[in-house]
């Protein structure tokens, strides 16, 4: 999992990531972040402590989009939960959180639980890696709740929300927490 940035720059590069995954420009412009010199730039007037974390992120992220076809926005709820996954496996867990915001906040009933039980997790696991811990577990074990007997356009939940209930008394117990994969 990697730790996100100070604010101003982890929005900036969200959405460049956010962007990349419809926008050719982005996507050239976050594969060009993935290396030291375009990193430095971007980072211009920003503390170069946080270089090797953008260069993280930026390759991260630019290596879970190679080959993915451009998508045309707006998406519907199934191809954004597709590249929610992609994210997420990537150990994006902040944008997999502002992908699905938007589809949350329009949802109802069913899927507006089980999108918030997946925002909960992504959301969690970020406070984790930023060592929030207590706010990592809080989120982890909301999630579970959230997303136990749920299924969400026939991807079923349930698995995946007893993995949330494991990462959340493995961070209690301070062991290694390893995210699963997200629910396809």
Not at 99 to 104: D, I, N, T, Y
């Amino acid at each position: 999992m990697i730790p996100t940035l100070p604010l101003a720059l982890r929005n900036r590069l969200a959405e460049t990531i956010l962007a990349a995954l419809h926008d050719a420009r982005a996507r050239g412009e976050l594969a060009a972040l993935a290396t030291d010199d375009d990193a430095k730039r971007w980072l211009a007037g920003a503390d170069g402590r946080w270089i090797a974390l953008l260069l993280e992120r930026a390759r991260r992220a630019s290596g879970a989009l190679v080959g993915r076809p451009l998508r045309t926005p707006p998406l519907d709820l199934a191809a954004t939960l597709d590249d929610a996954a992609v994210l997420f496996d990537a150990g994006l867990h902040f944008e997999v959180h502002e992908l699905l915001e938007p589809h949350w906040a329009a949802s109802l009933d069913e899927a507006r639980e089980a999108l918030q039980g997946l925002i909960q997790a992504a959301v969690g696991l970020q406070h984790f890696a930023n060592g929030n811990l207590a706010g990592a577990r809080s989120l982890l074990i909301e999630a579970g709740e959230r997303l136990h007997r749920r299924r969400l356009l026939g991807r079923d939940l349930d698995g995946f929300a007893r993995a949330m209930a494991d990462l959340a008394a493995r961070v209690e117990a301070g062991t290694p927490v390893v995210p699963p994969p997200f629910p396809r």
